[in-house]
């Protein structure tokens, strides 16, 4: 290896060649080999050896069903290479692999961050700041150029929306991620980068976002009750502000629970007067 360069991954896994000189390879299999992926390039290892650059890479991610064989597959990793080649990369692990090539293009590098620039629903005005990238299996960290360190927890991506900004005068996709801090306030943190770093932060915000995501069939007043917890509504003042009795408020409670929607934070004991309670309380009130 070069000077500089370090080893990520080294693990079996297959490849299969899709699209050669830019024609798709209709009769293309999964082929057994050795996958090395370093901070500089990936080598897939069979009877011979094949390096491809991490700087020829033109884009990663998406499906590219060429074939059955492809298709067959519930998971892999798409590399478009910049002479027209498409492989395709899966291995035993495919989720820590898939980490592991995110990380060879975008740790340490450095991105373009507003945080937070929603918190609690309200805008706060944040000014894009650069902050050094880290991945890891469970996170994105961001150490942002004013002080802060952000961890941006890959299971805690409750929604990702992009949209085309003018940041620090250039036009750039901009991720806007919604998340929980360190206290669970819901925040958007903004992200943006160059090109081949956005396509990388794409798909590992997506995938983030697919993690959570549940086909629920939610009643339109659990809907308000989730709307409203999220705006920063009491769970106390619940009732009243989704005109909601108390029972009904809590047994909606107990359902998003079980749907890992919410979760308790703490129980508050609901108590009544006994017979000795009231003889306590009429003495009490007598010696006053």
């Known amino acids: 290896m070069s000077e500089g360069e370090r080893k990520l991954m080294d693990d079996r896994g297959q490849f ?12 293309a299999d999964w082929t057994q080999c050795r996958i090395v992926i370093t901070t500089a390039r990936i080598v897939l290892v069979t009877d011979e ?32 290479i910049e002479n027209d080649d498409v492989l395709l990369l899966r291995a035993p692990e495919q989720d820590e692999f898939e980490t592991d090539l995110y990380r060879a293009f975008i740790d340490n590098t450095i991105l373009y961050v507003q945080h937070p620039a929603v918190k609690g629903g309200v805008v706060q005005g944040t000014e894009w700041q650069r902050a050094k990238v880290k991945l890891t299996d469970e996170a994105i960290q961001l150490a942002i150029e004013d002080g802060q360190y952000v961890t941006i927890g890959r299971d805690d991506i409750g929604d990702v929306e992009s949209d085309d900004q003018q940041v620090n005068g250039t036009e750039r996709r901009v991720f806007e991620v919604e998340h929980t801090d360190e206290d669970g306030t819901s925040v958007e943190t903004h992200l943006t980068g160059e090109a081949k770093q956005v396509t990388i932060l794409q798909e590992v915000l997506q995938e983030g976002a697919e993690r959570n995501q549940a086909n629920l069939d939610l009643s339109p007043v659990e809907q308000q009750v989730i709307m409203a917890l999220h705006s920063g509504v009491s769970p106390f003042d619940l009732p009243d502000f989704v005109e909601t009795d108390v029972e009904e408020v809590e047994e909606i409670f107990d359902r998003l629970i079980e749907l890992d929607v919410i979760e ?18 009429s003495e009490e009130m007598g010696n006053q």
């Open 49 to 80: 050896k094949r390096t491809i650059p991490l700087d020829a890479i033109s884009d990663v991610g998406g499906r590219y069903d060429v074939n059955q064989n492809a298709a067959g597959v519930a998971s892999y990793v798409t590399v478009r």
């Open 264 to 281: 308790t934070i703490r129980e508050r004991t609901e108590v009544e007067m006994t017979s000795r309670g009231r003889q306590v309380a």
């Open 16 to 27: 299969l060649e899709a699209v050669q000189n830019g024609r798709d390879v209709q009769d």
